[in-house]
């Protein structure tokens, strides 16, 4: 079974700019989430998708948003890039929403904003 | 908001050693889960060891094994006979029982395995 795939691995941006990464699930998993990772502040939650549905929200601006397809597959969007986004952000996935699921994770995109 | 805490940014093991990796967590809840990962150099993210609150016995899987101390609130990580593979970035995480509560994770510790 194909684990989580998230595209592009690397990304390059400047300010101003906006971005968009995607990530495709485990198959079978409905549950997607999206987590921001910098060096010294861990992984940062930034929203949960489940059936469509944002099912959980970190507390990030509204530059920050999301969504979630029929077929589970998720993209996530970055507005307006400020040099703070960079980072490595990190898709996971589970079979549903809470309880003591585990999240798979995929390897990540690297994004920089020159 | 649920925390987690990782006080110890880096840690190292000689190999064949053993290692406890600490983890607290604050919560008001009483039913939860807690979870340990490793994210090696490779960077992706894979589940080492995962806790329920209302089971007492600490779980264990092969030279991982948890110390659950529900009152203290503290989930630590023992890692025994450690490998050069173990040397990786390891998470301590906290997820509520109640239906879709997100994960909230600790800052990592680094681990490193000397020969």
């Known amino acids: 079974k194909a684990g989580v795939t998230q595209t592009p691995r690397y990304l390059i941006k400047t300010r101003g700019q906006q971005v968009t990464l995607s990530c495709s699930p485990i198959s079978g998993h409905r549950s997607v989430s999206w987590y921001q990772q910098t060096p010294g502040q861990g992984l940062q939650f930034l929203f949960e998708y489940f059936s469509e549905t944002q099912r959980n929200k970190g507390n990030f601006p509204g530059r920050f948003s999301g969504r979630q397809f029929s077929n589970s597959r998720s993209e996530m969007n970055v507005s307006t890039l400020e040099l703070g986004d960079s980072a490595l952000y990190l898709c996971?996935?589970?079979?549903?929403?809470?309880?003591?699921?585990?999240?798979?994770f995929g390897d990540g995109t690297r994004l920089s904003i020159l | 908001a649920q925390t987690v805490t990782q006080s110890q940014p880096e840690m190292s093991v000689q190999e064949a050693e053993t290692v406890t990796l600490s983890c607290t967590y604050d919560?008001?809840?009483?039913?939860?889960?807690l979870f340990w990962y490793k994210q090696p150099p490779s960077r992706q993210m894979i589940l080492v060891i995962r806790q329920e609150a209302y089971k007492q016995q600490n779980a264990t899987e092969n030279r991982f094994s948890v110390n659950f101390q529900k009152a203290a609130k503290s989930f630590s990580l023992k890692i025994s006979d450690s490998q050069l593979g173990d040397a990786a970035m390891y998470f301590c995480?906290?997820?509520?029982?109640?239906?879709?509560?997100?994960?909230?994770f600790g800052t990592g510790t680094s681990l490193t395995v000397i020969p």
């Open positions: 995480a906290y997820r509520s029982a109640n239906t879709g509560n997100q994960f909230y």
């Open positions: 996971a996935s589970s079979l549903v929403a809470g309880g003591n699921q585990p999240q798979h």
């Open positions: 919560t008001s809840e009483s039913d939860y889960y």
